[in-house]
């Protein structure tokens, strides 16, 4: 079968954006590790999000993962291989434009309970900056988060 070059440089394309999380599936998988730690606790939750084989932890195959804030702005969990990040206080993380992520996340979070929190953020897999938006919620004081690329 021959592909006409049109087709050979656009298919690509068409195929990673089908791929590409949504926002629907970022809100779920909130929505997911809410629900698991009001069944099994909070750290039981934190502990399946950091641990290489957890229930919320993707490695570094995944772009959409769960994130935990406390209101301080310390990171007590993350489901990435970013668990450096762990007991870290993030409060002061800019984005390139000077936007405050972490407090703009815990500010949404605080007075609406949850919404969504556009900002730039380098890509784990090609380091480019690219848009990004999160779902953030708050549960037992708490911010859960996940994220995705605005592609």
Not at 33 to 58: D, S
Request: proline letters at 5%; aromatic letters at 10%; glycine letters at 12%.
């Amino acid at each position: 079968m021959r592909f006409s070059p049109f087709i050979a440089a656009v298919l690509p394309c068409l195929m990673a954006s089908a791929q590409s999380p949504t926002p629907a599936q970022a809100e779920s998988l909130v929505k997911r590790a809410v629900g698991y730690a009001k069944t099994h606790g909070i750290e039981k939750l934190i502990q399946q999000t950091n641990q290489g084989n957890g229930v919320f932890h993707v490695g570094s195959g995944g772009e959409m993962y769960l994130f935990v804030y406390d209101q301080a702005g310390i990171c007590k969990a993350i489901g990435f291989n970013s668990v450096e990040l762990v007991g870290k206080n993030r409060i002061g993380l800019k984005d390139p434009d000077g936007k405050m992520i972490i407090q703009e996340m815990l500010s949404v979070a605080k007075n609406k309970g949850k919404g969504w929190v556009d900002y730039k953020y380098p890509d784990p897999v090609t380091g480019k900056v690219l848009m990004k938006t999160s779902y953030v919620e708050l549960h037992e004081g708490l911010i859960f988060g996940c994220g995705i690329y605005k592609r």
